[in-house]
């Protein structure tokens, strides 16, 4: 399968925990996002890289929530300290820089904050 | 104003039917637009982008109106498998940053 993977795909944590969620994206594309998405909502951007540089990351985000994609490959979102208003789907984005920036979405990682 | 707007629905329509939907945005230096289509608990799937001259594939339609700032998805000849939620999505001027609109429900009835 070459579409865009993401691990896990369920995370049940405790509040004050810290979790690591990872995304794979389309293997020939450049640019990768990352989105929350809650019950009824369309999904919220967090954050964009284009390889391995971080151009775009949302005010709303606060600084419990890093990025990283240290080799332009893989991405992984990382939650500090987590609380119970973090519980989302956790969804990640992949496109080529080439072409109109569709973007193909993974299954994504659903956080469940107790 | 909202920065993306749809919507909610639910909009009912019987096998058949023609439906549309609209999406207003706000940032007038918004260049890409896109509809998306999720069914439940699933992840977003891309339906089509959305040109300034407009677009078709099969039985729906896309189009862009810049003036009025607002995007429109056209589904022709509804089957039960349309039922989902069309979400569409802009590019903030000048950004990265993708705004998707809450999402519009559609369900198409026998």
């Known amino acids: 399968d070459t579409g865009v993977s993401q691990n896990p795909r369920h995370k049940i944590t405790k509040r004050g925990q810290n979790v690591t969620f990872r995304c794979d994206p389309i293997?020939?594309?450049?640019?990768l996002y990352w989105y929350r998405q809650t019950l009824g909502q369309g999904p919220e951007f967090l954050t964009y890289f284009q390889n391995e540089a971080q151009l775009e990351k949302s005010r709303l985000l606060s600084d419990r929530f890093s990025a990283e994609r240290p080799k332009g490959s893989f991405s992984t979102l990382e939650i500090q300290r987590t609380e119970q208003g973090d519980s989302a789907m956790y969804l990640c984005a992949s496109s080529a820089s080439a072409g109109g920036d569709e973007q193909y979405f993974g299954p994504g990682t659903r956080l469940t904050v107790t | 104003r909202k920065e993306v707007e749809q919507d909610p629905g639910p909009f009912n329509v019987p096998e058949g039917a023609t439906v549309a939907f609209n999406c207003t945005y706000s940032n007038s230096a918004s260049q890409s637009f896109f509809w998306y289509r999720q069914d439940c608990r699933k992840e977003p799937k891309l339906l089509m982008s959305?040109?300034?001259s407009g677009n078709e594939d099969g039985r729906f339609t896309a189009q862009l109106n810049r003036a009025s700032q607002y995007i429109s998805l056209l589904i022709r000849d509804s089957k039960l498998s349309d039922s989902a939620t069309y979400l569409c999505?802009?590019?903030?001027?000048?950004?990265?940053?993708?705004?998707f609109g809450t999402g519009t429900r559609l369900k198409v009835l026998a």
């Open positions: 959305v040109y300034s």
């Open positions: 999505v802009v590019n903030w001027g000048g950004t990265y940053k993708y705004i």
């Open positions: 293997s020939e594309h450049n640019r």
